[in-house]
């Protein structure tokens, strides 16, 4: 790769343009069912597909570790590959829709992990708060369609195992909206339903509305450990020097 498209690689990585784009994604594959209608295998490709290339964005801009990326790809490869072979079993059918869904929630977890280390509340950090909500939705939709091809009776009135009744259910439960036309029956998916709802609506009120509400702020930080050490060593005449300083700073803004 030649200098240039490293140094332009880097600056989107480093910009909102990314997570913009991991969102972006994401609701492209919200409305994948819409677009792919009628064409499951297409379907299923382009999801593996997308799921791939979301959750290695979502790395990229987060800053994670070479080979976690790495890994993200080989696993994206190998179940995509899964999709692609005509005629494969079901067990290979139900290993790839889990798959798909640890592989896509590993998605929030690195992206919180980055946004959490921002000092000033960006609009980078808005839509990776964003961003990690809708993947946190999608990753809980592809492990119940894992489930319900292991187990079709988790959701009895889902009849031919759409992508879309999955999304749907998966972001209805989420937000809490429960409508009641699509309803776990297994104890399973009552416990993943249970467990989604919790971790959404905690993450709903605490990271993405204090995010919002602290857009364009800088968050305050207790001092480190070093700081009070380095405060400590300090002769009391050089501290009340620093004070008499920093009123003066004070007093010229």
């Known amino acids: 790769m030649s200098?240039?498209?490293?140094?332009?690689?880097?600056?989107?990585?480093?910009?909102?343009?990314?997570?913009?784009?991991?969102?972006?994604m994401l609701m492209v594959l919200i409305v994948?069912?819409?677009?792919?209608?009628?064409?499951?295998?297409?379907?299923?490709?382009?999801?593996?597909?997308?799921?791939?290339?979301?959750?290695?964005?979502?790395?990229a801009a987060s800053r994670a570790h070479q080979w976690t990326i790495r890994i993200s790809w080989i696993a994206s490869v190998v179940i995509v590959i899964a999709a692609v072979?005509?005629?494969?079993?079901?067990?290979?059918?139900?290993?790839?829709?889990?798959?798909?869904?640890?592989?896509?929630?590993?998605?929030?977890?690195?992206?919180?992990?980055?946004?959490?280390?921002?000092?000033?509340?960006?609009?980078?950090?808005?839509?990776?708060?964003?961003?990690?909500?809708?993947?946190?939705g999608m990753a809980f939709s592809l492990m119940y369609a894992g489930v319900y091809l292991a187990d079709p009776g988790s959701f009895p009135t889902i009849t031919d195992g759409r992508?879309?009744?999955?999304?749907?259910?998966?972001?209805?439960?989420?937000?809490?909206?429960?409508?009641?036309?699509?309803?776990?029956?297994?104890?399973?998916?009552?416990?993943?339903a249970v467990v989604q709802t919790l971790v959404g609506q905690i993450f709903l009120v605490v990271v993405v509305a204090r995010v919002v509400s602290l857009l364009g702020r800088t968050r305050y930080r207790d001092p480190t450990p070093a700081d009070s050490l380095s405060l400590e060593a300090t002769p009391r005449g050089d501290q009340n020097r620093g004070k008499g300083n920093h009123s003066a700073d004070k007093g010229g803004e």
Request: charge should be neutral; charged fraction near 15%.
């Open 3 to 24: 200098p240039t498209i490293t140094r332009r690689w880097e600056r989107f990585e480093g910009s909102s343009d990314a997570y913009l784009a991991v969102t972006i």
């Open 32 to 59: 994948m069912p819409i677009l792919t209608l009628g064409a499951q295998t297409f379907q299923r490709i382009s999801t593996a597909v997308l799921v791939g290339l979301t959750v290695t964005l979502s790395m």
């Open 85 to 136: 072979l005509p005629d494969s079993p079901k067990e290979l059918a139900i290993l790839s829709g889990i798959a798909l869904g640890i592989l896509m929630i590993s998605s929030p977890v690195v992206i919180i992990r980055r946004i959490a280390r921002h000092e000033t509340i960006t609009p980078t950090t808005m839509w990776g708060a964003i961003a990690a909500y809708l993947a946190l």
């Open 163 to 192: 992508l879309g009744d999955f999304n749907y259910f998966s972001y209805v439960t989420m937000t809490t909206l429960g409508y009641g036309d699509i309803a776990p029956a297994s104890e399973l998916t009552r416990a993943m």
